[in-house]
């Protein structure tokens, strides 16, 4: 979207004051590639994306969150650091490098485009260069709907990579390792197109609204994983 429709879009739509706090954040992120010779910005087409998947068809074009906000948010929530990070649908891999720098114990992308994933690995080893004391981070190749977790993951991320068909069938790829190694685990969502989507399937028994730097983000907590049985009946 050409940068003056965007604008007319998100003064009618998100209002003055908001747009105000995105296009600040946004200036940021430029800061924040300068800032550690990173290149997280540029936007990549579905088009465009290198993947065997079938799920390409379910995908949603590369944009990479605000680092700002998302910053601001992992400060308030103080989520547990003794599990992994995993961004599902990592892109450029911005926020696997918010979340080394914060603390947890390991980072994880996944993602199922082939150079989205080395351009993450690239943005990995420039961060780490100056941030040594930083989280290992891997990126792995995969899709969604079709990983298996380790087990120790307990923060779960993602910025509407793809849409509710496969964010569905990742919900029970969760469940599943969930059951196999029991654990509190939280899910944030930026921007939760498909928020409906988390509530119907209906392991979150908690979620929260934050709306920070003009991101929106949710929430999930208190998850509980459903008995296979009872996931089947559903089907």
Known sequence: ??????????LQEKG?????????????????????GTETTRWVKVDSFETPS?????????????????????QRLQLPKNGAFVDLGCGKGRVLLL????????????DFCTQ??????????????KHPGAAAIEVV??????????????????????????????????????RENPRAIWLIYNTPLHHATILQDGQFGCH????????????YSDFVAAPVEAAEKVI
């Open 208 to 219: 929260e609204h934050f709306e920070i730097g003009g991101t929106e983000f949710r929430v």
């Open 1 to 10: 979207m050409h940068p003056a429709n965007w604008l007319v879009h998100s």
């Open 141 to 178: 190749e995969s899709d969604a709907a079709e990983h298996e977790f380790s087990g120790d993951e307990t923060v779960f991320f993602l910025y509407n990579p793809f849409n509710e068909v496969v964010l569905a069938r990742t919900l029970k790829n969760i469940a599943q390792s969930v």
């Open 54 to 74: 079938d799920n390409k068809a379910h995908a949603v074009h590369y944009q990479a969150s605000r680092a700002r906000p998302l910053l601001q948010l992992l």
């Open 16 to 36: 003055l004051l908001r747009t105000l706090k995105i296009v600040y954040n946004v200036v940021a992120d430029f800061g924040f590639d300068w800032k550690h």
């Open 116 to 129: 989205l994933c080395r351009q993450a690995r690239k943005n990995a080893t420039l961060f780490q260069r």
């Open 99 to 110: 979340a080394s720098d914060h603390g947890f114990k390991r980072v994880v992308g996944v």
